[in-house]
């Protein structure tokens, strides 16, 4: 049965424990996972992170990132055909994701947000799934143009993914609240922008047509944030 995430959450000892037993029982926890204090030996006040994440999160994330480097390798490889690269492209998507499924059934549950190994593979299975489409569609086929929305963003992923982490909430209450208010409400009715209705979802798809016009100009002057 899969753990819950509080169950998750609360994997460390009570201070009524002491501060240095790391074998107190998973029941009893009540800050930072008894690994991660183990580990760092931080004696600092532990703030939750909001999206249940812990630290120690990135060992596993690696396997993600891995799965990333392999497929960009092989499509950026020479000496397979395009047809091949699809065919491989679909085979590894169909068996992280039955792996993921497997391991989810019998060692190890599917929970993103300890990010467990079969997180890994099955995230893994379905985001490769995705990219052998677009790479069937948009460089097999010829249906290049309709990419170009996601070529700009793709040209500078880092950047927009910092901006998203740092300032949504200035460019949503600065920009397009002060700004684009009016225009909202003339054409999509001022239910598009009430709290009890519409609001998340125009507020969020607005910021993002903000910085996708910000990252559509840095890619007319050629202007792109590579690390």
């Not at 492209?89 to 190994?117: Q, Y």
């Not at 990419?147 to 740092?166: C, D, E, R």
């Not at 200035?170 to 209705?197: M, S, Y």
Request: charge should be neutral.
């Amino acid at each position: 049965m899969e753990p819950s995430s509080d169950a998750v959450a609360s994997d460390v000892p009570q201070a009524e424990a002491g501060a240095d037993d790391v074998t107190a029982e998973p029941a009893q926890a009540a800050g930072p996972p008894w690994y991660q204090q183990w580990f760092f030996s931080n004696t600092a006040a532990y703030e939750v992170n909001r999206g249940g994440y812990t630290t120690l999160n990135f060992i596993p994330s690696i396997g993600t990132t891995l799965l990333g480097i392999l497929c960009g390798q092989l499509l950026l490889s020479s000496e397979k055909r395009a047809l091949e690269k699809l065919g491989l492209l679909v085979a590894l998507a169909a068996g992280c994701f039955v792996l993921g499924v497997a391991a989810h059934m019998t060692v190890c549950p599917i929970v993103k947000r300890i990010w467990t190994p079969s997180w890994v593979l099955f995230s893994g299975g379905y985001v490769i799934a995705m990219l052998a489409v677009f790479y069937l569609l948009f460089d097999i086929l010829p249906l290049r143009l309709l990419a170009f929305p996601l070529v700009v963003v793709g040209t500078n992923s880092i950047l927009i993914y910092m901006l998203g982490q740092t300032v949504s909430g200035w460019v949503r209450e600065q920009v397009v609240r002060v700004h684009f208010t009016g225009v909202i409400e003339n054409v999509l009715g001022p239910k598009a922008l009430d709290p009890q209705w519409y609001a998340p979802v125009t507020l969020s798809t607005a910021t993002f047509l903000v910085y996708w016009l910000f990252l559509l100009w840095l890619y007319r002057q050629k202007i792109f944030l590579r690390i």
